[in-house]
């Protein structure tokens, strides 16, 4: 390679890597990811810079060299897809295409040495900037399909809450931003009773939290899925904008929004349960409560507190609302299972339950459901339009619901099982939810 070849690659990297940093720095939070014809262009642009770097007339690498790293690159697809499931890491059904582009990412990384080792400026700079394309274009695929990342600031965790002192003071002499649109502030919750291992969650406060209203104000626990995170709800989920819309029609009043981390990890999944995994079922109906009330001043009103839940976190939202009615009264299933599952009966019984059928059994909802009543609980179930499994599960819990004595609502949401129902669902039940928490 020449020296002019050299500095034209390490220009090229120096502009990628200037590119990287000025997004870990913000710069780009509000670039929407959301697009598919952008996507779509990216995703071309990989593919055509791959091909460019794999274009030579050598036959030695169109028999041999090519062959090998594609290969290599879909054997370590093959590993890879098989572990996932192995493991339960991914549970869930996934396009095809998930893991043709994951094949093509390893192939573009494999092949930089390769380029770079022989002739050819053009077919080097296209296998440098295949990678970052590749990788991309990978990204925006699996987010065109769940949405979990609707910008750029939210891929990073930018969710521009405030925590530790800034918090404090913004709580204490709230500007008038707050005042006008309520924040978010991120909270490690204490899991004083239940010693569960979590990691931090977010609170939203209404604009009428900085009144003479705190005390009285509802609350309701919001748990994402998994894989999930405490952001994906005020990220992805839009819950933050969705209840600040609602407080501006409704004097600054919303329920206050309380993020949690039920599973402790984001591929763990406790299913909200106590058990091997974790005192997960204790953390939320007692030391999310104590939380609440402790911390940020709210009294405790069984009939003015709910959980809404997406995905295994709306299974959580039923189990727990049934089991804690004295705690919780209202419930939204958004996408939930029917029962608290893990990948098969025999790894539920005893990952979960640690063998205890009874166990099992007392946390089954249709079981609780047939052998109580709950007069005085409301329960929403829904799931998107796309989502069938989704659509059994939430008939089969309004019916039993419904005779069990609870107000129940069923509904079929636009989208499937991924962050457009979710966000779109919240927005349409927010209103009927708050009215039952007492908002009027």
């Known amino acids: 390679m020449n020296r002019l070849h050299r500095s034209t690659i390490w220009a090229?990297?120096?502009?990628?890597?200037g590119l990287v940093l000025a997004t870990g720095a913000g710069l780009f939070d509000g670039v929407p990811l959301l697009n598919p014809a952008a996507a779509t262009a990216i995703e071309l642009l990989g593919l055509a810079a791959l091909v460019a770097s794999w274009s030579r007339r050598d036959p030695r690498w169109l028999t041999r060299t090519l062959p090998l790293l594609w290969g290599s690159a879909l054997t370590l697809t093959v590993a890879t897809v098989v572990t996932l499931r192995v493991t339960a890491t991914i549970r869930d059904r996934y396009p095809p295409v998930f893991a043709v582009w994951f094949a093509l990412a390893v192939a573009a990384i494999a092949g930089v040495p390769l380029a770079l080792a022989r002739p050819g400026l053009v077919r080097r700079i296209a296998a440098v900037c295949a990678v970052p394309l590749m990788l991309a274009g990978g990204l925006l695929l699996v987010d065109q399909?769940?949405?979990?990342?609707?910008?750029?600031?939210?891929?990073?965790?930018?969710?521009?809450?405030?925590?530790?002192?800034?918090?404090?003071?913004?709580?204490?002499?709230?500007?008038?931003?707050?005042?006008?649109?309520?924040?978010?502030?991120?909270?490690?919750?204490?899991?004083?009773?239940?010693?569960?291992?979590?990691?931090?969650?977010?609170?939203?406060?209404?604009?009428?939290?900085?009144?003479?209203?705190?005390?009285?104000?509802?609350?309701?626990?919001?748990?994402?899925?998994?894989?999930?995170?405490?952001?994906q709800w005020p990220q992805a989920g839009g819950a933050v904008t969705t209840a600040a819309g609602y407080a501006a029609g409704h004097h600054g009043v919303a329920p206050v929004l309380v993020f949690v981390d039920q599973n402790g990890g984001t591929y763990r999944d406790t299913e909200c349960v106590d058990g091997p995994l974790g005192n997960a079922e204790t953390f939320l109906a007692a030391d999310i409560p104590a939380f609440v009330t402790g911390t940020l001043h709210v009294r405790h009103d069984a009939t003015a507190w709910a959980v809404v839940g997406f995905s295994e976190g709306g299974t959580c939202a039923t189990d727990i609302v049934l089991r804690h009615p004295g705690v919780f009264r209202h419930l939204v299933d958004l996408g939930g299972e029917a029962r608290p599952t893990l990948r098969g009966p025999r790894t539920t019984l005893f990952t979960l339950f640690d063998?205890?059928?009874?166990?099992?059994?007392?946390?089954?909802?249709?079981?609780?459901?047939?052998?109580?009543?709950?007069?005085?609980?409301?329960?929403?179930?829904a799931a998107g339009a796309d989502?069938?499994?989704?659509?059994?599960?939430?008939?089969?819990?309004?019916?039993?619901?419904?005779?069990a004595g609870v107000t129940s609502h069923e509904f079929t949401g636009d989208g499937g099982h991924n962050w457009q129902f979710a966000r779109t669902a919240f927005a349409q039940v927010l209103p009927q939810l708050a009215q039952g928490l007492g908002i009027r």
């Open 145 to 231: 399909v769940y949405a979990v990342w609707p910008k750029v600031g939210d891929l990073l965790g930018h969710t521009n809450a405030l925590g530790g002192g800034a918090l404090d003071r913004a709580v204490r002499a709230p500007r008038p931003s707050v005042r006008e649109r309520g924040l978010l502030g991120e909270y490690d919750m204490p899991a004083t009773v239940s010693h569960f291992q979590h990691r931090p969650g977010y609170v939203y406060l209404p604009p009428a939290y900085f009144t003479a209203e705190r005390p009285n104000l509802p609350v309701v626990v919001v748990l994402a899925g998994v894989p999930g995170w405490t952001g």
């Open 12 to 17: 090229v990297v120096a502009v990628l890597v």
């Open 387 to 403: 989502d069938p499994r989704g659509i059994v599960a939430a008939h089969q819990l309004a019916q039993a619901a419904a005779a």
């Open 355 to 381: 063998g205890s059928a009874a166990a099992e059994r007392a946390h089954d909802p249709v079981h609780l459901l047939a052998t109580r009543r709950y007069d005085q609980v409301s329960a929403w179930f």
